[in-house]
């Protein structure tokens, strides 16, 4: 079992920034991919990035690369999400997830724990 905290959300003009951090207890965080979804209002749950067991390599849906950046600390058990020049678009609840998958996946169902999420409001 592994529970999962999400931090870090809040209420932000057009063109700021967040850090969302996911805290990780139970099993070992390292044994598992990490990834960020959101849903925002009146919408589907969509993935927005993912990253390996090492944190070596990431993906992301295409309309926020180059504005985020998901990165992990094993030390620490925890995985972030640094959003820059965030848009009205990325306003969502955003939710952290842990997979027992060998390979990035994009996929909701591939992940295996969830956190209760963590609200971020992208104001025009």
């Known amino acids: 079992q592994v529970q999962l905290v999400e931090s870090g959300g809040g209420l932000v003009q057009s063109g700021g920034s967040l850090r969302l951090s996911c805290a990780a207890s139970?099993?070992?965080?390292?044994?598992?991919?990490m990834g960020w979804f959101r849903q925002g209002p009146g919408k589907e749950r969509e993935f927005v990035s993912a990253?390996?067991?090492?944190?070596?390599?990431?993906n992301y849906v295409g309309s926020v690369k180059g504005r985020f950046t998901i990165s992990r600390d094993n030390a620490k058990n925890t995985v972030y999400l640094q959003m820059n020049s965030l848009e009205p678009e990325d306003t969502g609840a955003y939710y952290c997830?842990?997979?027992?998958?060998?390979?990035?996946?994009?996929?909701?169902?591939?992940?295996?724990?969830w956190g209760q999420g963590t609200q971020v409001t992208v104001s025009s």
């Open positions: 997830a842990a997979s027992r998958a060998l390979v990035l996946t994009t996929t909701s169902t591939a992940y295996d724990y």
């Open positions: 139970g099993r070992v965080f390292s044994g598992y991919v």
């Open positions: 990253i390996t067991r090492s944190g070596v390599n990431t």
